[in-house]
């Protein structure tokens, strides 16, 4: 048996056997990541889809993800990936050399490219491919950006921060029960945002769900608690929309601008989003 370290859910797994997130895997006496370059998704974007309004706005940003997740979001948009495993989704095998230079070739072309952007699922889970692209995207003066649920266990974000150029964070909602909703660890994703903005570019985005984290007393105490950090860190509100699991109707635009003036009493930079 063996233990994975990467996030707080810390799965045992015998041999053979997959843990929570669908894409690591107890093999030889080790937990690996079976999704280690298996490339599910693949987009030139705007930095501004991340969302980051804020980290060289109006560039572009080749755009990557894999398959798997360590949270179970009943509303998940990208759930066809983020809740497949390896044999559920077609992919395609990349290596980092591979996805490096094609990060090169975009970047000589006209419309440019910033570097590579971990997103579209949850890029934690699959750590040690990002950390090897990192390291060869820092060689060659390209970005490492990740847009991250912040559900990872502290002694390997402090290993992987260096090699990190931004951040988009996830905070689901400000309360333990909203983290008990989505299957996470609300001290986790705290820790993983305080860690992050002390050594490279963050923002953080709020999908509200109506009657699950739509109060202003909740945004409130966010971004509050994101100003005392720094009143400089953008935060982005999202309106929600029924996906996967979740019929609740959509969240009412009005509740968007009316959580997005709560924050900015706080918060220099809060940008809506879906409205």
């Known amino acids: 048996m063996a233990m994975c370290s990467i996030c707080p859910r810390r799965c045992k797994l015998n041999e053979g056997q997959t843990g929570f997130c669908k894409a690591r895997a107890c093999v030889k006496g080790a937990v690996v990541p079976i999704n280690y370059g298996k490339i599910t998704s693949l987009a030139l ?11 060289y706005p109006q560039s572009k940003i080749l755009s990557v993800g894999s398959f798997g997740c360590n949270l179970r979001c009943p509303f998940c948009q990208n759930y066809h990936i983020s809740m497949a495993g390896i044999n559920d989704y077609e992919h395609q095998d990349v290596t980092p050399e591979q996805l490096v230079n094609l990060a090169m070739q975009l970047a000589r072309e006209p419309q440019g490219n910033l570097g590579v952007a971990f997103t579209y699922n949850e890029p934690f889970i699959s750590y040690e491919f990002v950390r090897d692209c990192a390291k060869l995207l820092h060689q060659v003066g390209l970005k490492t950006v990740l847009v991250s ?117 706080h918060l220099r930079y809060v940008h809506v989003g879906n409205c």
């Open 149 to 265: 649920n912040g559900h990872i266990n502290p002694e390997p974000l402090r290993a992987l921060l260096p090699l990190i150029d931004a951040m988009n964070i996830d905070l689901k909602g400000f309360t333990p029960e909203y983290y008990d909703y989505v299957g996470g660890d609300f001290e986790c994703v705290k820790n993983t945002i305080v860690a992050s903005f002390d050594k490279c570019h963050v923002e953080v985005t709020t999908l509200v769900v109506p009657t699950k984290n739509d109060s202003p007393d909740a945004m409130e105490q966010e971004a509050s608690w994101l100003a005392s950090l720094s009143p400089e860190i953008p935060l982005h509100i999202s309106r929600y929309f029924p996906r996967y699991k979740s019929d609740i109707p959509a969240t009412a635009v009005e509740t968007i601008y009316r959580l997005r003036d709560v924050a900015q009493k």
């Open 45 to 55: 974007d705007p930095i501004e889809k991340k969302p980051l309004y804020h980290f």
